[in-house]
C-alpha cells in the first residue's frame, strides 16, 4: 500500500507565493515520475509540473517562470514553489506518483490540496 499525502495550500493574494508538499509513504520500491496537476472548478485535471527521479523537468506554459517543482528522493517527497501567483491558479492541486511497489508499478494519487488566489 503506498499513499500520497499533499500539504501547504491555502489562501493568498494575488502575487503571493506558496509551497506544496506531498510526501509518499508505504511499500516503496522505486518512485520514478512525481508530479503536480490541478483541477479547477468546471475544468479537467490538467499537468502542472513533473519531475523524474533523475530531475529532469516540464512544466504547463502558464506556469513556465513562475513554479519550481523539486524533489528530495532521500524523502520521498516533492514539492512545487508557486511565485507570483494569479486567480487563474485557484485550484485544487493534486500530487501524482509513479511508483514501484512491492504490488507492482502503478499511478498512485494524493487527496489534494486547496489553493485559492483571490484578494
Known amino acids: 500500500q503506498v499513499q500520497l499525502v499533499e500539504s501547504g495550500g491555502g489562501l493568498v493574494q494575488p502575487g503571493g507565493s506558496l509551497r506544496l508538499s506531498c510526501v509518499a509513504s508505504g511499500s516503496i520500491r522505486t518512485i520514478n515520475v512525481m508530479g503536480w496537476y490541478r483541477q479547477a472548478p468546471g475544468k479537467q485535471r490538467e499537468l502542472v509540473a513533473r519531475?523524474?527521479?533523475?530531475?529532469?523537468?516540464i512544466y504547463a506554459d502558464s506556469v513556465k517562470g513562475r513554479f519550481t517543482i523539486s524533489r528530495d528522493n532521500s524523502k520521498n517527497t516533492v514539492y512545487l514553489q508557486m511565485n507570483s501567483l494569479k486567480p487563474e491558479d485557484t485550484a485544487i492541486y493534486y500530487c501524482n506518483g509513479k511508483i514501484l511497489s512491492l504490488g507492482g508499478n502503478f499511478d498512485y494519487w494524493g487527496q489534494g490540496t486547496q489553493v485559492a488566489v483571490s484578494s
Open positions: 519531475i523524474t527521479s533523475g530531475g529532469s523537468t
